[in-house]
């Protein structure tokens, strides 16, 4: 059983940037896909960005490419999420997840672990 606990939200004016942690309990994160999605208020829970198991490879969904950069730490266990010049679109809970079969997927339905959730607040 993983357990993943994010960090680092918060409210911030458009065009700051913040900066996301996710921790892992996992000894074996390294083999673990891990990928950012978030949730705005009435909205679907979305994809944000992936992760490969060595960092070697990252996805993003087209309204954050060149914004946002997923990363990680595998010898602190831990997945970061680095947002820059943040629109009030980008509002929202942000949860990383964790898939075991390490498969970079975009699908909710691919993760088997999630962390509770770290609120995202962009004023205009």
């Known amino acids: 059983q993983v357990q993943l606990v994010e960090s680092g939200g918060g409210v911030v004016q458009a065009g700051d940037s913040l900066r996301l942690s996710c921790a892992a309990s996992?000894?074996?994160?390294?083999?673990?896909?891990m990928t950012w999605f978030r949730q705005a208020p009435g909205k679907e829970r979305e994809f944000v960005a992936s992760?490969?198991?060595?960092?070697?490879?990252?996805l993003y969904t087209d309204s954050v490419r060149g914004r946002f950069t997923i990363s990680r730490d595998n010898a602190k266990n831990t997945v970061f999420l680095q947002m820059n010049s943040l629109k009030p679109e980008d509002t929202a809970v942000y949860y990383c997840?964790?898939?075991?079969?390490?498969?970079?997927?975009?699908?909710?339905?691919?993760?088997?672990?999630w962390g509770q959730g770290t609120q995202v607040t962009v004023s205009s």
């Open positions: 997840a964790a898939d075991r079969f390490g498969r970079l997927s975009q699908l909710i339905s691919a993760y088997d672990y």
């Open positions: 996992e000894r074996t994160f390294s083999e673990y896909c």
């Open positions: 992760i490969s198991l060595s960092g070697g490879r990252a």
